[in-house]
């Protein structure tokens, strides 16, 4: 019998290279801390590397933990770069040294990400005294040494009020991007009970007002939307909008122990397709009953507000981890959709 060609290309990977981290933040999804026992090994991470180039990765999103507190996280780099997979590092911007620096200007990576939650009161309350500043020396660090740098804020409700006052203290930074998400109540916010909820329109105003002079590009994440006016513009591009959640369809999230999911914020065992160890890359994804959530998913499928919605073919119930987490494990259904809100 001849085996079906796989319609579905990957194209980006969320990697999660180590659970290590200095802090342990009261909202961490994975939560992060302490590295997991028999993490991949170097080998392990250059084979898997390889695996993403082989399948036509075209960029990995590099988290933790925190990154850096992996040792060989240069090497595991350098072989993706070194394949053409460009690379971006997510980090809290803590451990950030002179010998990173150095390290960071030679492995061919294409830009690190900050995570900043606001001013400093907020950012430094669910992780540690000092941290704010730690995080942005680290983004003056990494911008004086010409390395491409952007801020990530996750938003809950102690600090969505917060991004005009935020807002000030980065448009003088230099950075190329601000991406703005929705926090999950998974993990450590779950454990913790924190209240995730955010008003998802005063959100897309403030990104609607900032747009026009903003010295950065300002976007939101899939997991808040969609298809309001300014959808193009929120996406981060003239003419983009949000065509559903891509989580095994175009994308993939591996974690340090190589588990894979359709997408790494999918922090639930029930998303975990194969392992690296039992099974290759190509395998899982190939396989025709891997992320049968997006890929046999259909209109019908559609639950609540969403049910019947004009746009539900196209963006097919909006982000499948934030709905999960925030809706009973309803994978069809998205309580911060602009579109059927009211």
Known sequence: MIKKKCPYRLRSAVWEITLACCFRCAYCGSCGGAARDNELSTEECIDAANQLADLGCRRVSMIGGEVFMRPDWETVVRALTGRGVKVCIITNGFTLTDKIITALKSCGIESVAVSIDGPEPVHDAFRQKGSYKR???ALQTLLDNGIPASVISALRADNYKTLPEFYETLKSCGIFAWQLQACSPMGNAKKNGLDVKID????????????????????????????TESEPYLRGRAGAYFDGCSAGLTSIGIDSVGNVRGCESMYDERFIEGNL?????????EDEDSFAYNRKFKPSMLTGRCAGCEYGDICAGGCRSYNYFTNNGKLYENVLCAKTKG
């Not at 403030?206 to 939307?225: C, H, K, Q, W």
């Not at 160890?277 to 994804?285: A, F, G």
Request: aromatic fraction near 12%; avoid cysteine.
């Open 135 to 137: 995080a942005v020396t």
């Open 200 to 227: 998802a329109d005063q959100v897309i105003k403030f990104v609607e007002s900032v747009l026009p002079t903003a010295p950065f590009a300002v976007g939101i994440a899939d997991n808040i939307g969609y298809f």
């Open 277 to 285: 160890r039992q099974r290759s890359l190509r395998e899982i994804w």
